[in-house]
């Protein structure tokens, strides 16, 4: 019985100590958490990785859309230019080159009036030849041959008409033989046929269409804008085209200066750079509603949106975020005016922006992610 109150006694000496060491290694650890959590509250969050552009001087402009068509600069109903029927006509859809054939018109009858008019030369050359040989042989006999002046005035008058016969033969040849080219209709330029006017075994005449042949290479872009907007605008700028989500630059061909009188609006032309849009496409073109000024604007990828300010976070020095409060002017393109305490140079974030807080630290990285040298 004594022996076992002995041996309860050394197990709640045990159970006694081993909780005094629970105890201070729990609080030994629990000070030490706390002063790590400290320590980072002290330091703040951790820099932040980002990627940034400058702040510049840029020449922005107002501006409003309107509406405009893609069309193109040639768009012709090719027609006969000689009568016939017609025996062939290029497929619809086909592409062809200045000068392809794109249809034709029976020969026959052109090669016919054309040899009529060959033999017709012929004839009066030879009439004309004899009349010269006959007037130079008695203009050379002088006194001897017995004729009178006026003799020698009728031979020579009637070579003179002989010639001028001639000369209008070959007139008429030429004529003939260009009805027989005419037979072949040619491309006035390269492009698309877009339709066939006529079919095979018709009778053309000319000015009879045949087909139309558009352009599909050489775009222009039509508008129209109320004369308000026209004047800000001169040939030679530079407007942005909208076609869907695809956008580009085209150069102010001509601004027509006549309004309509019922819309008062003019008549703008763009010229379009290589491209792959259809003509007849919709499209939205952005003109300039007043002049421009030069203003301090930022890519739009800094901006940082919230429902009680927009913000643009600023590098200072020491690559400490700094938020700049700002109101939005006018926008082109990618960039956006931005009136607050920003200049033009300044270090603004364009990633990484929406998680920075006013003052934290950052890193610059470039925009694929890999930390900048």
Same mark, same amino acid.
């Given at each position: 019985?004594?022996?076992?109150?002995?041996?309860?006694?050394?197990?709640?000496? +045990?159970?006694?100590?081993?909780?005094?060491?629970? &105890?201070?290694?729990?609080?030994?650890?629990?000070?030490?958490?706390?002063?790590?959590?400290?320590?980072?509250?002290?330091?703040?969050?951790?820099?932040?990785?980002?990627?940034?552009?400058?702040?510049?001087?840029?020449?922005?402009?107002?501006?409003? =859309?309107?509406?405009?068509?893609?069309?193109?600069?040639? #768009?012709?109903?090719?027609?006969?230019?000689?009568? %016939?029927?017609?025996?062939?006509?290029?497929? +619809?859809?086909? @592409?062809?080159?200045? %000068?392809?054939?794109? !249809?034709?018109?029976?020969?026959?009858?052109?090669?016919?009036?054309?040899?009529?008019?060959?033999?017709?030369?012929?004839?009066?050359?030879?009439?004309?030849?004899?009349?010269?040989?006959?007037?130079?042989? &008695?203009?050379?006999?002088?006194? #001897?041959? %017995?004729?009178?002046?006026?003799?020698?005035?009728?031979?020579?008058?009637?070579?003179?008409?002989?010639?001028?016969?001639?000369?209008?033969?070959?007139?008429?040849?030429?004529?003939?033989? $260009?009805?027989?080219?005419?037979?072949?209709? *040619? !491309?006035?330029?390269?492009?698309?046929?877009?339709?066939?006017?006529?079919? $095979? %075994?018709?009778?053309?005449?000319?000015?009879?269409?045949?087909?139309?042949?558009?352009?599909?290479?050489?775009?222009?872009?039509?508008?129209?804008?109320?004369?308000?907007?026209?004047?800000?605008?001169?040939?030679?700028? *530079? $407007?942005?085209?909208?076609?869907?989500?695809?956008?580009?630059?085209?150069?102010?061909?001509?601004?027509?200066?006549?309004?309509?009188?019922?819309?008062?609006?003019? =008549?703008?032309?763009?010229?379009?750079? @290589?491209?792959?849009?259809?003509?007849?496409?919709?499209?939205?073109?952005?003109?300039?509603?007043?002049?421009?000024?030069?203003?301090?604007?930022?890519?739009?990828?800094?901006?940082?949106?919230?429902?009680?300010?927009?913000?643009?976070?600023?590098?200072? @020095?020491?690559?400490?975020?700094?938020?700049?409060?700002?109101?939005?002017?006018?926008?082109?393109?990618? &960039?956006? @005016?931005?009136?607050?305490?920003?200049?033009?140079?300044?270090?603004?974030? +364009?990633?990484?922006?929406?998680?920075?807080? #006013?003052?934290?630290?950052?890193?610059?990285?470039?925009?694929?992610?890999?930390?900048? *040298?």
């Amino acid at each position: 019985m004594k022996r076992k109150m002995i041996i309860a006694g050394a197990a709640g000496a +045990i159970l006694i100590a081993a909780g005094a060491a629970a &105890f201070t290694y729990g609080s030994n650890v629990g000070v030490t958490a706390d002063a790590a959590d400290g320590a980072q509250a002290q330091q703040g969050p951790p820099p932040a990785a980002v990627a940034v552009a400058s702040a510049e001087r840029r020449s922005l402009a107002p501006r409003s =859309e309107a509406p405009g068509s893609v069309v193109s600069t040639r #768009d012709s109903l090719v027609s006969a230019a000689t009568t %016939g029927k017609i025996e062939w006509v290029a497929e +619809i859809g086909a @592409e062809v080159e200045a %000068g392809d054939v794109i !249809a034709r018109i029976e020969a026959a009858d052109a090669q016919f009036a054309r040899d009529d008019s060959a033999a017709e030369v012929l004839r009066l050359q030879a009439r004309a030849n004899y009349l010269d040989s006959l007037y130079e042989r &008695f203009l050379g006999l002088g006194e #001897d041959a %017995g004729e009178s002046e006026a003799t020698l005035d009728e031979m020579r008058s009637n070579r003179d008409e002989a010639l001028q016969a001639l000369a209008q033969a070959q007139v008429a040849k030429r004529r003939a033989q $260009i009805n027989l080219d005419r037979t072949e209709v *040619v !491309a006035p330029f390269a492009g698309r046929v877009v339709s066939q006017e006529t079919q $095979i %075994g018709e009778y053309a005449n000319p000015g009879t269409e045949l087909i139309r042949l558009v352009d599909t290479r050489r775009l222009e872009v039509t508008a129209r804008a109320p004369a308000h907007l026209a004047r800000n605008i001169s040939a030679g700028d *530079v $407007i942005k085209v909208t076609s869907g989500a695809e956008a580009l630059d085209a150069e102010v061909r001509a601004i027509v200066p006549v309004g309509d009188a019922l819309s008062r609006m003019l =008549e703008l032309r763009l010229e379009l750079p @290589e491209t792959a849009w259809y003509i007849g496409s919709a499209v939205r073109v952005s003109l300039p509603s007043s002049q421009a000024r030069m203003v301090t604007a930022v890519p739009r990828d800094a901006l940082v949106l919230r429902a009680d300010r927009i913000s643009v976070f600023v590098i200072s @020095e020491g690559n400490a975020a700094k938020r700049v409060d700002v109101e939005l002017g006018t926008a082109e393109g990618d &960039f956006i @005016e931005v009136i607050g305490d920003i200049n033009a140079g300044d270090s603004v974030v +364009i990633r990484g922006g929406e998680r920075l807080r #006013d003052g934290q630290s950052v890193t610059i990285s470039t925009l694929s992610g890999e930390p900048s *040298v």
